[in-house]
């Protein structure tokens, strides 16, 4: 059976609507690479009739959402999803583990508070530390320099 989704936000139920939570990031750049966990509570809307069969597809709306924004939350909504969708199709849905997950200092070196260890430094950024710290020593020497003890703390031949 096929059941269609419809939502608008009237004036009286727009406070229902917690995707303004997000709005700003939902119309970020980077849209197509994020994905939210919500709530929501779903009402009939209306059917349709089939001329053809007398069958009914039903629509759907979206009465209340709400986001999941701290980690926690996001979990146990996760984790209600995945468990609800097993239970309905018996396919366990969950997300595959990950590099961190499995390499040693993800989640499972983790300290007692679930801190995780900052993966080590790229190239580019070991190479671009390496050139503040140049110029940093080269700054330095020019500061010796300037104020150096054999011309009184001044720089004569400059």
Known sequence: MTVNISSAWTKENRPRN??????????NDQLLDASYWAVVRVE????????????????AKIAHIEVAVDEDDIEA?????????KDRTGIDDQEPATLFDVAPGGEQ????D?????PEASADEILAERAERKAA?????RANRVASPFSGGTDDAA
């Open 18 to 27: 917690g995707l303004s939570e997000i709005e700003g990031k939902l119309v």
């Open 44 to 59: 009939p809307n209306f059917y349709k009739v089939s001329s053809e069969d007398g069958s009914r597809t039903p629509t």
């Open 77 to 85: 909504v996760r984790s209600l999803l995945q468990r609800r969708y």
């Open 109 to 112: 070196d983790g300290d007692q």
């Open 114 to 118: 679930g801190e995780r260890q900052v």
């Open 137 to 141: 020593e080269a700054e330095a020497e």
